[in-house]
Structure formats: C-alpha cells, structure tokens
C-alpha cells in the first residue's frame, strides 16, 4: 500500500430517529460524485448520525448548561477522574474518555446524544445493507472524537467496526532491518477514523467518508474487543 485516497460523502441530510444509516448511505453513494463503493473500501460514519438513528437522544433543559451530568454519571461503570465540571469516566463499552461520550454539538437544543448501545452491531449493519443492496464488500468504523492523556488536541478514534482489522498484529514480523518486532499492534481502525475525519471536519456537516486503499490483508471480522486494553493489562488503574 503506497497511496490512499479519502473523500467525504456530501447529500446526507439531517438524521432522525428511525432512519436506516446504511439505506442512507446506498442512496448517496450508488453513483457520482460519492461512488460508487468498491470492494475493500472502507466506509467511517460519525457516532452522531449512528446515535441519532438509533434514537439515542435525551431531553434535556436548555437552559441549563450542566443539565446532561447525571446522563454522564448514568452512562459511566466508573468515574476515572473529575476536574470542575469535567468528568472522565469508564462506559459500559469499557471506553475511557469525557463525560461517558455525552454529547451536546450538532444535536437540536435541548437534546444530548448517548453513544450507541452497541457500535460493533451498529456497524455490521450498515456494512450488510451495503452489501445487500450494492453488492460491495467494505469495512466501516464509527468514530467518534475523543481526547488523548498527555497530549493536547482532540482526534477520532473507532468505537465500532465490522468487516476490517481493529488491530494489525505485527509481533513476530521483522522490521525494515531484518529485526523481529516484539510487541508492536497497530490500531489500524483508530488510524483510519482519523484520517476520514480529515475529510469531514468537524462543522462542515459532512457525517461519512470512504477510505479506499488500505491492504486487503485487514479485511476480516473484528470487534472493538481487539482495542479495549482488558484492565490486568492497564498500567494506570
């Protein structure tokens, strides 16, 4: 793999509870400027539009800027960290990151957005229409934006995939001089999410982007099971 090529998906509308993400996606890209889908594409669709599918908005009060913490407190098996109104916390996903994954941008006033219950199923569904409808085999990712420990800046990151390697096992591999690499594994669906989201920005609403390029060899089954460190191997806990 020496070239990849990314491009956002435009005429995807508002999103509403009900809506199907992949009939959606089939629709905008079953030809020019956004397809058509190829085989070993990869498709990232961003947790917002995923969440808002599947209905997983709550009322909140508008006029109350700290409304949404008990959804945070709801949405955590743990509280990691708390520094005024910021929380870091544990999700049932086992996913570290900011206030559970609540989210309060690019939703209507008065709502916030949980994250889906399950991103991996969420995925291989859209990855089934896709196929079902198109004919194509291709991976997705949902993403979503997450902050990073020691380093300032925000970046997407995988929170569910279907259809492509969530990590690319390299240990046993030799390096480009000959040595054997001992412990190396690549997130190969956080470095996708990134690279995708280069391609919609984060105001330009533009929910989904195709990746196409990437090495056939990291189209398997996968779950995010493969990213989640298990807790005896967290050196932080």
């Known amino acids: 793999m020496t070239r990849l090529q990314a491009w956002g998906v435009t005429g995807i509308g508002e999103v509403v509870p009900g809506d199907q993400v992949g009939d959606l996606i089939v629709e905008a890209c079953s ?3 956004n397809g058509p889908l190829a085989d070993h ?3 990232v669709v961003t947790q917002k539009i995923v969440s808002k599918a599947e209905g997983r908005l709550v009322e909140i009060d508008p006029n109350d ?3 949404h913490k008990q959804l945070v407190e709801d949405e955590a098996v743990r509280i990691v960290r708390r520094r005024g109104d910021l929380i870091i916390t544990e999700t049932k996903h086992g996913f570290i990151c900011a206030n559970s994954g609540v989210d309060l941008s690019n939703v209507e006033r008065g709502y916030a957005a949980l994250l889906p219950l399950d991103s991996d199923r969420s995925a291989r569904r859209i990855r089934d229409i896709i196929k079902a409808k198109l004919g194509v085999t291709v991976g997705v990712i949902v993403s979503d934006t997450f902050g990073r420990p020691w380093r300032k800046g925000l970046t997407d990151v995988a929170i569910g995939v279907a259809g492509i390697a969530a990590v ?3 240990r ?3 390096d480009a001089l000959g040595r054997v690499m001992q412990v190396t594994e690549v997130s190969i669906a956080d470095e996708v999410a990134s690279a995708a989201e280069l391609v919609m920005g984060k105001s330009s609403g533009i929910p989904v982007a195709i990746v196409r390029g990437l090495d056939k060899e990291w189209f398997r089954e996968s779950s995010m099971d493969e990213i989640v460190r298990p807790a005896q ?3 932080f806990r």
């Open 31 to 33: 030809g020019e400027p």
């Open 172 to 174: 046993g591999t030799p």
């Open 41 to 43: 594409d990869v498709v």
């Open 168 to 170: 690319h096992d390299l």
């Open 233 to 235: 191997e967290d050196l």
């Open 65 to 67: 800027p700290l409304s």
